[in-house]
């Protein structure tokens, strides 16, 4: 038995925390794990669950207007922010329980309370000392606000879950995931919604037809995009605010959304005290086996700035305990790994887009299609879903899928399955569509569009 009180301690208890809690203790590890929050960390209680739930709530709006042209005639629908806000608080709360349980289950003891490091081997939880063999960082991230005058006025996607009620008009500042699926969601409940991005485009590092369908897309179902336009003061305006743009614009609001990034939540933990590396932004710097600067201190997430999704955290946390504690030496493979924004409609993309597949070298055949989504030929709404292969022509391999559409993360899913397993384009193309589908255009394009 060692004289460490515990094998391995984790310090965060989200979704990557989780994973390598539970597999460690199932391979006989004595794991503690440390949250000074609610178990499940961002993605159960403030990203990707919560968000979802909204998303599904926005879109009952336009699916009410939709009916009409398949024969329903259905009242003007109300939306109360309140019972949505109350229902959804439930059901993290339900979450919050089951994670509870599955680490108790698995035999790991969980400290409440905040951590910092003492030594490569010594926690510290709220005046409580534990020794350990081996620590995970696993802290995941934080917002970032613009330090602009009357930044403090400001909310950030923290505080959106819990607003007290809805806001009838709203600024958002930003331009990733986060900026763009609250565009949608706030818009879908009914707000009047204003996006302001500092760019050209938003969703910088998505395939260009991509960006562009969105931003069309979003423009007519009645959302500002104000781009290259940077927010430079808050202010009160009797009892709402004022937004005063780079252009010398005062937008009246409700509220002020700042959703301009987030940051590697390791500040306050002792890292750079017991030697941890960290990189400018705050990040922990690992090797491949997802090891830190100091030996036997491991890190994983969005705390290490790598890629900030749950699936990858969660996959961390998996080769963290296979290498470990299994015997199985693990590592990452952070190729192909799809991923979609949740706005409206959605985003689903796989691979290399155009532009990093012409960057890399590659001589690029582009195939791409955009259409009416079958839906909407009764209902009248004037949307389009663009889909798009990036193939490589001296291999014909598939080198990117994307898509903009009504399910494109759930479509996109099945793609990266075929990009991890090499597909290619012929292959695309001897594969049976499933009809009538949208999904059975990515297997049908079969004339290349001209450059």
Known sequence: MSDYDFDFFVIGAGSGGVRASRMSAGYGARVAVAEASDLGGTCVNLGCVPKKLMVYASS??????????????????????ATL???????????????RGLLEGSGVCIVEG????????????????????RILIATGGRPFKSEIPGHDLSITSDQIFHLERQPERIVIAGGGYIAVEFAGIMNGIGSEVTLIYRGPLFLRGFDD????????????????????????????????LSAVT???????????????????????????????????????VVNEDLESSVPGIFAIGDCIDRVALTPVALA???????????????????TNIPSAVFSQPSIGTVGFTEAEARAKGYEVEIYRSTFRPMVHTLSGRDERTMMKLVVDRKTDKVLGVHMVGPEAGEIIQGMAVALKAGATKATFNSTIGIHPTAAEEFVTMRTPVDE
């Open 60 to 81: 009952f709006s336009a699916a009410a207007t939709d009916a009409a042209g398949f024969g329903w005639t259905v009242p003007t629908p109300t939306f109360d922010w």
């Open 85 to 99: 806000i109350a229902n959804k608080d439930r059901e993290i709360e339900r979450l919050n329980g089951i994670y």
């Open 114 to 133: 905040r951590a910092r490091l003492l030594d490569r081997n010594t926690v510290e939880v709220d005046g409580n000392t534990f020794t350990t063999e």
């Open 209 to 240: 037809d991509a960006r562009t369908t969105l931003a069309e897309e979003m423009q007519k179902r009645g959302i500002t995009l104000l781009f290259d336009t940077l927010i430079e003061e808050i202010g009160r305006a009797g009892d709402r």
């Open 246 to 284: 780079s252009h010398d614009d005062v937008i009246e609001t409700d509220e002020v959304l700042s959703a301009m990034g987030r940051l590697p939540n390791t500040a306050g933990l002792g890292l750079e005290e017991v030697g941890v590396q960290l990189t400018d932004r705050g990040a922990v």
């Open 316 to 334: 961390e946390g998996m080769a963290i305990a296979e290498t470990l504690f299994n015997d199985n030496p693990t590592v990452v493979d952070y």
